[in-house]
């Protein structure tokens, strides 16, 4: 997360959506970057709202704009996918041992998934409770997010690619992503009603 205290403005680091580039592009420029625990860094809305908005606000007496990007939710968990498989490298047991991304989608759709693998959906993230970033945009426009941030900022900004995951087959059956765009149906909502310009 970062906080940009003389524009009022904070973005909030939706997981698997290109977060990581944001901040090194960014960092230097926020007044505050919280990227340590990963709880911090991955502040989702609700919690947001619930206790440093409005203790920004009592600070400065005026309400912060937040801004976030969304990935496209299959693609999004296919990051997912790709990172978890990373990270098993380093994990002894090696749990991700075998696991194909239709495993991997099929067990994400199942009605515990989500927790089972310790995903948190990026509607829960970016809307929750009544409370919703104000603005959204698609990574897959990531130009209109910098040009948006380049007004906001006042400056040029060029984000490094990051964090990138090896590449894997994340090839799915027709019936398996139909039954995987049924479970992330809120995401997808979510998704489709995003603006070009967030």
């Not at 929750?128 to 910098?146: C, L, N, T």
């Not at 948006?148 to 087959?169: K, Q, T, W």
Request: aromatic share 10%; proline share 6%.
């Amino acid at each position: 997360m970062l906080i940009f205290w003389d524009q009022q403005l904070v973005f909030l680091a939706t997981p698997k959506a290109g977060s990581t580039a944001v901040e090194m592009a960014l960092e230097s420029l926020a007044s505050a970057s919280l990227q340590r625990p990963g709880a911090m860094k991955h502040t989702d809305i609700a919690t947001y709202h619930r206790f440093l908005g409005p203790w920004l606000q009592a600070q400065t007496g005026q309400a912060f704009t937040t801004v976030a990007l969304m990935r496209e939710p299959v693609d999004w968990l296919r990051s997912w996918y790709r990172f978890k498989l990373r990270d098993d490298d380093d994990d002894p047991d090696h749990p991700m041992l075998g696991v194909s991304f239709a495993d991997f989608a099929r067990d994400y759709a199942a009605p515990d998934g989500p927790d089972r693998l310790g995903i948190v959906s990026q509607a829960a993230f970016l809307s929750q409770g009544g409370a919703q970033v104000d603005r959204i945009f698609r990574y897959e426009s990531m130009d209109r997010f910098v040009d948006f941030l380049e007004s906001r900022l006042d400056c040029a900004i060029e984000l490094p690619r990051a964090n990138v995951p090896p590449s894997v087959d994340v090839h799915l059956p027709e019936d398996a992503e139909t039954r995987l765009r049924q479970a992330m149906r809120a995401d997808l909502t979510l998704y489709d009603g995003l603006s070009r310009d967030g």
